[in-house]
């Protein structure tokens, strides 16, 4: 089982970024997938998630109207579409599955976003 995010660097306030999150290993389609961050010193924190076919998601307040999350169950890969970042935005982002119905949960290793001027 494997989830590889890819898709983090620096990038200027008001800037853009689109994380990736590939899956392989298990039946992609039938899970949950949710971006965390987690800034040190933080607790890890949900920013979005999307359900097994993409038709609901759901976001924090800090980032709701700025990140969108999407989904492609043929390439079994999650992004989140990051506008309008800010200083705060710093942290590793994680991906995370979770089995529909079940207590199964699979962690990416995590891709660095700073943002900085």
């Known amino acids: 089982v494997q989830l590889v995010e890819s898709g983090g660097g620096l990038v200027q306030p008001g800037g853009s970024l689109r994380l990736s999150c590939k899956a392989s290993?298990?039946?992609?389609?039938?899970?949950?997938m949710n971006w965390f961050r987690q800034d040190p010193g933080k607790e890890r924190e949900m920013v979005a998630g999307?359900?097994?076919?993409?038709?609901?998601?759901s976001y924090s307040e800090s980032v709701k109207g700025r990140f969108t999350i999407s989904r492609d169950n043929v390439r079994k890969t999650v992004y989140l579409q990051m506008n309008s970042l800010k200083v705060e935005d710093t942290a590793v982002y994680y991906c995370?599955?979770?089995?529909?119905?079940?207590?199964?949960?699979?962690w990416g290793q995590g891709t660095q976003v700073t943002v900085s001027s």
């Open positions: 290993g298990f039946t992609f389609h039938y899970y949950v």
């Open positions: 999307v359900t097994i076919d993409g038709g609901r998601k």
């Open positions: 995370k599955a979770e089995g529909m119905g079940s207590n199964t949960e699979y």
